[in-house]
């Protein structure tokens, strides 16, 4: 198979209803907003549909709001607009961090948080052209039998490799989801499954419309390790939420991207205290993002590496908090 892209019809339904009807015609289709990783992944063969339903044009999906319930964030929003946004990085400044790192210029211009969320699992024997995964087999994830990153098992382990999710998950967002049977909110770290072939608790007839972050005061931050320092996919990525506690302890919220099938969120057993040396407290906290995230050979860079870096990302972002 060639990397051209098939032939397919394009709907472009004007609200959530509208769309959800469509899906519903036509079990096959796929939605896109800005569409950068489904249309590569359609010119590699990765994906195969005769319909897509675009959903730029629905216009409560492009809206970012604040009120006293909370931010509001659209799924169809790009990510130009979160990376730039002065409500944004006062608010969830991990968000608006996670958002510039997401490839470049003109990726952010078209990519969306919706998008971004719902992006595919990664893999080094899956994010190849037909005739390399042909000659391989194919995979567990697709057309194959056989994960061959861990061959014994009988578990896809393509790696989930969105920014914004763990950025916004240590912010306790949640995320909205409009279906057949209307519209419902779950916490964004159970929308996800540790499962490379099917890692997103989303119903073939549902959409994303937007996110929820609650109010807080929390101070955050978002880095990620990749081989070049723009464009890439995280190899491995880690956001940080610090809550100053009533006792003036701090308490830590971490979530990491790009070791798993989906990102991981745990939180700091005890507080930072006065009374505690930070320099043990933060090697602790190392110890525990190790032990935490399980990479695997899914990338050119060996898991072992990414699961060092991620936790010396981490613990690096804490202390910097707690200092500010």
């Known amino acids: 198979m060639s990397e051209v892209l098939p032939q397919f019809r394009l709907l472009q339904p004007g609200t959530a209803e509208e769309a959800i009807a469509a899906k519903l015609a036509s079990p096959s289709a796929r939605v896109c907003a800005g569409g950068t990783d489904l249309m590569v992944a359609m010119r590699r063969g990765l994906v195969e549909t005769d319909t897509l339903i675009d ?18 964030i659209g799924a169809g929003v790009n990510l130009r607009r979160i990376a730039g ?18 490839a470049g210029p003109t990726h952010r211009e078209v990519a969306t ?33 056989t994960c061959h990153v861990a061959p014994t098992g009988n578990r896809c382990r393509a790696a989930y490799s969105g920014d ?16 057949p049977d209307g519209r419902r909110r779950v916490a964004l770290q159970d929308f996800y499954r540790e499962d490379g072939a099917d890692h997103l ?48 302890a701090h308490r830590f919220s971490i979530a990491v991207t790009g070791t798993n099938s989906r990102p991981v969120l745990f939180e700091a057993p005890d507080p930072l205290t006065g009374d505690d040396d930070p320099d043990v407290f933060f090697a602790g906290l190392n110890k525990l993002v190790q032990k935490s995230v399980s990479p695997q050979r899914t990338t050119t860079t060996a898991a072992h590496h990414r699961r060092l870096s991620v936790a010396a990302l981490a613990s690096r972002l804490a202390r910097k908090l707690s200092a500010a």
């Open 201 to 248: 608790a989303l119903d073939p007839t549902e959409i994303v419309t937007g996110v929820h972050v609650p109010p807080s005061d929390i101070a955050s931050a978002y880095a990620k390790l990749r081989i070049r320092s723009a464009i890439d996919f995280p190899l491995a990525g880690v956001a940080v939420a610090c809550e100053i506690t009533a006792a003036s």
């Open 85 to 102: 946004s002065s409500l944004i990085a006062k608010d969830c400044p991990a968000v608006a961090q996670a958002a510039l790192t997401v």
């Open 113 to 145: 948080v919706g998008g971004n969320l719902c992006l595919d699992t990664r893999c080094l024997y899956y994010n190849q052209s037909d005739s390399w995964r042909k000659a391989n087999d194919f995979c567990l994830k697709y057309r194959g039998d």
């Open 164 to 179: 914004l999710a763990p950025a916004l998950m240590v912010h306790r967002a949640e995320i909205e989801i409009a279906g």
């Open 55 to 72: 959903l730029a044009g629905i216009e409560e999906m492009t809206a970012i709001e604040v009120n006293a319930d909370g931010l509001h």
